[in-house]
């Protein structure tokens, strides 16, 4: 009997921005219950390689297999989360509205909306317009979000942008959960703050060397 696959695998992933390339021959394996810490510097294409691997931005070459099956967007909608830069908020919505239209989305209807919203911090915010939230704030509601997903896989970009030491606490806090619950993780970050001890791998993205003149 074969060893189950990998959650998520990629092979030889490259991507190119208008023929100069952004990252190249990247590869990495996550199992269940991991993480994988994704760094580099400025221009390293960490925000690229999420969004390629959340089905955003179409590859160069390489391929990229969720459960060991060779992915396409569909496949991608069911089993990834993803939490970028921008946080999708309605901005004229309050906090609890937002979080409800999403939880209608992603059939999860029936949670408690406002449970969701104090574990994050944002108890007696429900009816505040996201727009008057301050940018911590605003991530707090997008972790309430990501913590409605049923998807097994957590791509989170600079997750502990904009938040506090209690803040980078509960991101932590939330990745243990997740990955004790089979899931897994990959997170972009310039800082330190590593997951809690948990399975952690680490990808290390280089920006391209430019070519030398002839």
């Not at 219950?33 to 969004?51: F, H, Q, Y």
């Not at 911590?136 to 049923?150: D, I, N, V, Y």
């Not at 606490?169 to 997740?178: E, F, G, I, P, Q």
């Not at 089979?182 to 948990?198: D, K, Q």
Request: proline share 4%; with cysteine; hydrophobic share 50%.
């Amino acid at each position: 009997m074969s060893a189950t696959p990998p959650l998520l695998s990629a092979h030889g992933l490259c991507f190119a921005r208008n023929d100069e390339p952004v990252f190249e021959d990247v590869g990495f394996a996550v199992e269940a219950g991991e993480a994988l810490l994704v760094l580099g510097g400025n221009g390293a294409g960490k925000t690229t390689l999420l969004r390629v691997l959340a089905g955003l931005l179409e590859a160069s070459a390489g391929e990229v297999a969720f459960a060991g099956r060779r992915v396409d967007r569909e496949h991608l909608a069911r089993g990834i989360a993803y939490l970028g830069h921008q946080h999708g908020h309605k901005d004229d919505l309050g906090a609890l509205e937002n979080l409800a239209f999403a939880a209608g989305l992603m059939g999860a209807a029936d949670a408690d909306l406002e449970a969701a919203l104090a574990a994050v911090g944002l108890a007696g915010h429900e009816d505040t317009a996201a727009r008057r939230l301050s940018a911590g704030q605003k991530k707090r509601l997008a972790l309430a979000r990501l913590t409605l997903s049923p998807a097994r896989l957590w791509l989170l970009d600079e997750p502990y942008a904009n938040l506090d030491l209690d803040g980078i606490a509960l991101v932590n806090d939330l990745v243990a959960r997740h990955l004790a619950d089979a899931g897994a993780v990959l997170l972009t970050t310039h800082g330190a703050y590593a997951a809690p001890p948990v399975r952690t791998r680490t990808l290390v993205l280089e920006a391209p060397l430019e070519p030398a003149d002839a």
